[in-house]
């Protein structure tokens, strides 16, 4: 899929079933809670933090992907309703990287080890 075909599929969801979109400020809330959703998640698999309990780490990957489709859809019906393509933004934004940075990383002491 394509995130062109993602933002139709979102629309048509939304459309569908959700009736209509949320405010773009409700959504940007909803972005965060998500993103903390994850963050929770990742802070326990990944970092120091430990689970609550044994059950909370069953299918954690599985957790892990479903919190990152959460966020995905969010921030995709947030571009749909401020017109935003996001095909052409991530483009634009790594080609904005690469004339900054394009040897930033390779110059890094902290990445190369050296």
Excluded: P
Aim: charged share 30%; aromatic share 8%.
């Amino acid at each position: 899929m394509t995130i062109r075909e993602a933002q139709k599929l979102v629309d048509n969801w939304i459309n569908t079933f959700g009736v209509r979109y949320f405010n773009e400020l409700t959504n940007m809330a909803l972005l965060m809670e998500e993103t903390g959703e994850l963050a929770r998640l990742i802070a326990r698999k990944y970092g120091e933090q430990s689970f609550k309990k044994q059950e909370d780490a069953e299918h954690v990957e599985e957790k892990i992907a479903d919190e990152m489709a959460d966020v995905f859809f969010v921030l995709v019906c947030l571009a749909n309703q401020m017109n935003i393509d996001l095909s052409n933004a991530i483009h634009k934004n790594l080609e904005k990287k690469t004339n900054r940075d394009h040897t930033r990383h390779k110059d890094n002491i902290k990445l190369t080890g050296e």
